[in-house]
């Protein structure tokens, strides 16, 4: 089985598009359901504000990377989408998650937020049905090799999120955020971010609001001094903050130019939601100061020289993380061979014995002797086949399984 990945992400793709290439939860279950239909064995997506990434494997590769290329003209209804598109297939592909979850492929490099959202599009997917062997070690390798780089190399021992870049920009743009006021829009894992930095900040209030409840109750619990507010009410409150920063998954546009009031001082919006929530011609309303995802782009992270400085010592990690994954993956092709041959060695068993049984006429304990014996014999002829597993030429294994498997029947 063969391994690729497509996608778009903030290097090649802009905004536009990447709004277009969001998965949010029903439109990603629609998407497994289809692609599953063609000949894709095993898959995992990867949405977040940066990046929508499909990782696959099939047993007809190139024919898989057709069907989803095809599938993803008509899920963003872009002719043209296949120019914004990466596609990494095998090597470069396991390469590619390695980097991911440890953050070198986002937008702030080494970002804390990745390594979750790998996490829960591996979660979701087993839960489903939808990945398998092949991939869920290849996912679970890269999330702990992930863990292991943030923590030996402390690529994040300073904040590195979006939310944490947006808040330092709009500090920057308003000279300070002392006594001022924020509305937050959402209370999911970037909408908790978003709320710890800014309670460190010395605002005067900050409200918060979500379409749904439960979330926000447990974010009120954990934040004491945030200020709750109805969702049909985030118009009204914007004539009374000072800052919007907008964090919500939904596929529906939030904040629209025709339904913004008319403001009594300058507001300083910061959208981080794919696809965005606050419409691109608000930012043409007088007073309004709108910032997205892309504009983070401009804003120099102090420690990103610093980070960079990490990039060889990762890569090594993550190069010898990527061969432990292929010596893996080339033992991994003995196991249908083995669990052939261990059924075959059960029968064996099973009608030596019954021979044994009705030829003597053996006590309890000398069955199960011979039983051990039996067992220990035939267990003992099939372990240089096991041994096959140590073999790291790929080729060479390829051709002894296939000698092997015409040996003892297809």
Same mark, same amino acid.
């Given at each position: 089985?063969?391994?690729?990945?497509?996608?778009?992400?903030?290097?090649?793709?802009?905004?536009?598009?990447?709004?277009?290439?969001? /998965?949010?939860?029903?439109?990603?279950?629609?998407?497994?359901?289809?692609?599953?239909?063609?000949?894709?064995? =095993?898959?995992?997506?990867?949405?977040?504000?940066?990046?929508?990434?499909?990782?696959?494997?099939?047993?007809?590769?190139?024919?898989?990377?057709?069907?989803?290329?095809?599938?993803?003209?008509?899920?963003?209804?872009?002719?043209?989408?296949?120019?914004?598109?990466?596609?990494?297939?095998?090597?470069?592909?396991?390469?590619?998650?390695?980097?991911?979850?440890?953050?070198?492929?986002?937008?702030?490099?080494?970002?804390?937020?990745?390594? &979750?959202?790998?996490? !829960?599009? +591996?979660?979701?997917?087993?839960?489903?049905?939808?990945?398998?062997?092949?991939?869920?070690? $290849? /996912?679970?390798?890269?999330?702990? %090799?992930?863990?292991?780089?943030?923590?030996?190399?402390?690529?994040?021992?300073?904040?590195?999120?979006?939310?944490?870049?947006?808040?330092?920009?709009?500090?920057?743009?308003?000279?300070?955020?002392?006594?001022?006021?924020? +509305?937050?829009?959402?209370?999911?894992?970037? &909408?908790?971010?978003? $709320?710890?930095?800014?309670?460190?900040?010395?605002? !005067? %209030?900050?409200?918060?609001?979500?379409?749904?409840?439960?979330?926000?109750?447990?974010?009120?619990?954990?934040?004491?001094?945030?200020?709750?507010?109805?969702?049909?009410?985030?118009?009204?409150?914007?004539?009374?903050?000072?800052?919007?920063?907008?964090?919500?998954?939904?596929?529906?546009?939030?904040?629209?130019?025709?339904?913004?009031?008319?403001?009594?001082?300058?507001?300083?919006?910061?959208?981080?939601?794919?696809?965005?929530?606050? =419409?691109? =011609?608000?930012?043409? +309303?007088?007073?309004?100061?709108?910032?997205?995802?892309?504009?983070?782009?401009?804003?120099?992270?102090?420690?990103?020289?610093?980070?960079?400085? +990490?990039?060889?010592?990762?890569?090594?990690?993550?190069?010898?993380? @990527?061969?432990?994954?292929?010596?893996?993956?080339?033992?991994? %092709?003995?196991?249908?061979?083995?669990?052939?041959?261990?059924?075959?060695?059960?029968?064996?068993?099973?009608?030596?014995?019954?021979?044994?049984?009705?030829?003597?006429?053996?006590?309890?304990?000398? %069955?199960? @002797?011979?039983?051990?014996?039996?067992?220990?014999?035939?267990?003992?002829?099939?372990?240089?086949?096991?041994?096959?597993?140590?073999?790291?030429?790929?080729?060479?294994?390829?051709?002894?399984?296939?000698?092997?498997?015409?040996? /003892? &029947?297809?």
């Amino acid at each position: 089985m063969e391994l690729a990945v497509i996608g778009v992400d903030h290097h090649i793709a802009p905004m536009e598009v990447r709004e277009k290439m969001s /998965f949010t939860e029903s439109k990603k279950e629609k998407t497994f359901q289809i692609l599953r239909q063609e000949n894709i064995q =095993e898959l995992i997506i990867v949405s977040t504000c940066n990046r929508s990434e499909l990782y696959l494997a099939s047993e007809e590769l190139e024919q898989s990377i057709h069907s989803v290329c095809t599938y993803l003209k008509e899920y963003t209804g872009q002719d043209d989408i296949e120019k914004h598109l990466f596609i990494k297939e095998n090597r470069d592909a396991v390469y590619h998650i390695f980097q991911v979850a440890a953050g070198l492929e986002s937008l702030v490099i080494g970002e804390d937020q990745i390594l &979750g959202q790998v996490k !829960d599009a +591996l979660e979701y997917a087993i839960e489903r049905g939808h990945s398998g062997k092949l991939l869920n070690k $290849l /996912f679970r390798e890269s999330i702990t %090799k992930a863990k292991y780089i943030k923590t030996t190399l402390k690529i994040s021992e300073n904040p590195t999120s979006v939310g944490y870049v947006g808040l330092k920009m709009l500090k920057k743009e308003m000279d300070s955020l002392e006594g001022k006021r924020a +509305l937050i829009i959402g209370a999911g894992n970037m &909408g908790k971010l978003s $709320l710890k930095y800014i309670m460190e900040e010395n605002l !005067d %209030k900050v409200y918060i609001t979500n379409r749904t409840h439960d979330k926000l109750n447990q974010l009120l619990i954990e934040f004491e001094g945030v200020c709750p507010v109805y969702y049909e009410d985030r118009y009204d409150l914007l004539q009374e903050v000072d800052i919007l920063i907008s964090t919500t998954a939904s596929p529906h546009t939030l904040f629209r130019k025709n339904n913004m009031p008319k403001l009594r001082k300058d507001l300083y919006i910061l959208d981080l939601a794919m696809p965005r929530d606050v =419409e691109k =011609e608000v930012g043409e +309303l007088e007073g309004v100061h709108l910032y997205e995802i892309d504009d983070l782009k401009k804003v120099i992270d102090e420690n990103i020289e610093y980070r960079k400085s +990490l990039m060889e010592p990762i890569m090594v990690i993550i190069q010898k993380s @990527v061969e432990e994954f292929y010596k893996w993956k080339g033992a991994a %092709k003995l196991d249908p061979l083995i669990k052939k041959i261990n059924a075959q060695c059960e029968t064996i068993k099973m009608e030596s014995l019954d021979y044994i049984y009705r030829k003597t006429n053996l006590t309890i304990k000398d %069955k199960t @002797v011979v039983e051990k014996m039996i067992h220990s014999a035939l267990k003992r002829s099939i372990k240089p086949i096991i041994n096959l597993k140590r073999i790291e030429d790929a080729e060479k294994l390829d051709d002894y399984i296939a000698v092997i498997d015409e040996i /003892f &029947g297809k």
